[in-house]
């Protein structure tokens, strides 16, 4: 079985973030860049249904990402990851939704696979777009939320969390899907995979290679960033400490009632 | 973009308040276009939320009641959604940002070639552009973000971000063709899960609870009782869901719900970044942890440092025994 899972390289989601005033956007420097999380979970759930396959089975990490983050995705590799593709062209620069999904879409057609495994959603943009976009250019059936995902000889056999409680679908190969975070922590990468990850290869893509038709990067983005500001201040509220149950029971009541909140 | 179209979330035939927010928030919006407000319900129940969603300011509500949207994931919805934006001809189309309206949202903006804005909280109109607020990098920032001129536009809105307001003549109510019938991703079991009589998203309370309450016990006997004396809903970090205490619908954060409830109460909750993206957009947060260097001591407006074993039954109490005194 043949996988591929996308990941977007963000910065650290513990570090602090700024802006830079002038380009409008996000200071990289300073700041580690990461696997984006939830793209994390993902890989581990790919690397749990390539383990479970077994054969010849693969799992191929890709990444639209500025050239400098490159070694970032050795860490992908270091899991157990087979190779990376990475998408690379300073034509790409400022692209939005419509636009990243558009350029990841074509690139991966260059790809072969079984399954698509996609994050549900950024750590720095939190649009949880790009997915649906995905499988709509690719024509691919799309099952977002997966918690638990059965490969059959008909296809896929999946329950995924929704809103209200879960679902079970069933859908053909080749698919898009989703994950949970309900498949285990992220593996850590072993010393080995460390070291096997060096001979590992990151092929680069430019997009040249992709003949798009249509504009990418700022030029072809559908949404354009005026300005942004820090939210306003909440300010440090107050703090209490509670001896026993009573008075913590009753600073609670009395700033409620305060609030005209009971 | 000159109309303005809602996608009209419901679950088999429950609408979400948030459905009547941007009916709402639709006419603003067309008034300032000088659109058309409309809106788009689907699958079965459709017809008697339409009639619902007529007290509401629209001008046109497109309606199909195919079984199809009950029975496959999403593709009949992004079928029917493309179908009723083209009926309704240029617009901004406005999807609840939950988790199907994300799924929805992604897919639409590939058939209609539309920008997308998330999580929107506020939007106006200037120039004839359509300008959104949204928050970003888990609230760290506040981007205002244009959606260019184009036919289409998409922005997903969280739920409670805007009043709804019932008014106007009753709109015009138009059959939307059927589409095709099958579709390869089906639905072959919906299960509900830990069923609760308010949808967290729409509670004006939410009491959530966390690593703290040790197990499932404290939510049943702790948590539940507190909601009911405020009237509202139970919630829970990513942690006590992972536990296995409490269902992942109840979850609150980035992976789960947004809320911004007129009063959060946080028991046992740490205040993770991932946690408090869902949350920190509450009218007023109160916490309540054993650690007064918990990270929720930032954004809590009330922080009680003590055992909520303690404190919670207690507090019940008082919230009980002032509302036996004025009924
Ligand atoms: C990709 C990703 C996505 C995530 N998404 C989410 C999300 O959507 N939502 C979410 O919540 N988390 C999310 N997380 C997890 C998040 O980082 C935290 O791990 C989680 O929120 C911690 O939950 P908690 O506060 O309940 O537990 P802890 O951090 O363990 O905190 C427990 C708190 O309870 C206090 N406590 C203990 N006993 C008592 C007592 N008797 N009385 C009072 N206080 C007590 C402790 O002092 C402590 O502060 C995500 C993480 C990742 C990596
Ligand atoms: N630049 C990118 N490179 C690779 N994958 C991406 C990129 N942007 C988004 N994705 C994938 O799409 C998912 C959802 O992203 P978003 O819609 O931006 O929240 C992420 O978790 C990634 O798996």
């Known amino acids: ?262 | 973009m000159k109309n303005v179209l809602v996608f009209a979330e419901h679950r088999q035939g429950k609408t979400r308040k948030v459905t009547f927010e941007l009916a709402s928030e639709a006419r603003r919006i067309a008034d300032a276009l000088g659109g058309k407000a409309c809106a788009v319900v689907l699958g079965s129940g459709a017809a008697q939320l339409a009639e619902e969603l007529r007290s509401y300011p629209l001008d046109t509500i497109y309606v199909n009641d195919d079984a199809a949207v009950d029975r496959y994931l999403l593709d009949p919805v992004v079928d029917y959604l493309e179908a009723a934006a083209k009926a309704a001809g240029p617009s901004l189309v406005l999807i609840p940002n939950t988790l199907s309206g994300r799924d929805v949202a992604g897919r639409l903006i590939v058939r209609l070639g539309a920008g997308i804005v998330a999580d929107v909280v506020e939007v106006s109109v200037e120039d004839g552009a359509v300008l959104c607020v949204s928050p970003k990098l888990g609230g760290v920032l506040v981007t205002h973000c244009a959606l260019r001129p184009a036919e289409y536009g998409i922005a997903t809105v969280r739920p409670s971000a805007f009043a709804a307001a019932r008014g106007g003549a009753g709109a015009t109510l138009v059959a939307l063709e059927p589409q095709q019938k099958t579709y390869p991703a089906a639905i072959e079991h919906d299960v509900e899960e830990g069923a609760t009589e308010m949808a967290l998203e729409e509670a004006p309370v939410v009491i959530a609870g966390g690593r703290g309450l040790g197990g499932p016990e404290p939510f049943d006997a702790l948590l539940k009782p507190l909601a009911a004396a405020l009237g509202g809903a139970v919630g829970a970090s990513r942690a006590a869901a992972d536990a296995g205490w409490v269902p992942y619908n109840l979850q609150i954060g980035q992976t789960g719900k947004t809320v911004t409830p007129k009063l959060y109460i946080a028991v046992g909750i740490s205040g993770a970044i991932q946690h408090k993206v869902g949350m920190r957009a509450s009218g007023t947060i109160v916490a309540i942890n054993k650690d007064a260097a918990a990270p929720i001591a930032e954004f809590s407006d009330l922080l009680v440092v003590g055992d909520a074993f303690r404190i919670v039954p207690e507090l019940t109490k008082l919230i009980e025994k002032a509302k036996g005194n004025h009924s």
């Open chain 1, 1 to 262: 079985m043949k996988i591929v899972v996308t990941v977007k390289l963000v910065p650290d989601p513990n570090a602090e973030k700024k802006i830079n005033a002038q380009t409008k956007r996000l200071v990289r420097s300073g700041v580690e860049t990461v696997l984006n999380p939830y793209d994390e979970y993902a890989l581990e759930a790919a690397l749990q249904l390539k383990e479970r396959a077994g054969g010849d089975s693969r799992v191929t990490v890709f990444s639209m990402s500025p050239e400098p983050l490159r070694e970032t995705l050795r860490k992908a590799l270091a899991m157990g990851a087979d190779d990376a593709v990475l998408l690379s062209d300073s034509g790409l620069e400022g692209s939005d939704v419509w636009a990243t999904a558009y350029a990841i879409a074509a690139a991966l057609r260059k790809l072969e696979f079984d399954i698509l495994l996609v994050g549900g959603l950024t750590d720095d943009s939190s649009t949880g777009a790009v997915p649906g976009a995905l499988a709509e250019h690719l024509g691919l059936p799309c099952v977002t939320n997966a918690r638990k995902i059965d490969v059959t000889d008909s296809g896929l056999q999946v329950e995924r969390e929704t809103d209200l409680g879960y679902q079970t679908v069933h859908a053909p190969l080749p698919a898009l899907l989703t994950t949970a975070l309900t498949f285990g922590e992220p593996r850590y990468a072993s010393l080995k995979g460390i070291m096997g990850a060096k001979k590992k290869t990151i092929a680069t893509t430019a997009l040249g290679e992709l003949a798009l038709e249509l504009p990418v990067g700022t030029a072809g983005s559908k949404t354009e960033l005026r300005s942004f500001a820090p939210p306003p201040p909440r300010g440090k509220g107050r703090t209490v400490e509670a001896a026993d149950g009573t008075t913590g029971a009753q600073a609670i009541f009395e700033f409620l009632e305060e609030k005209k909140l009971v």
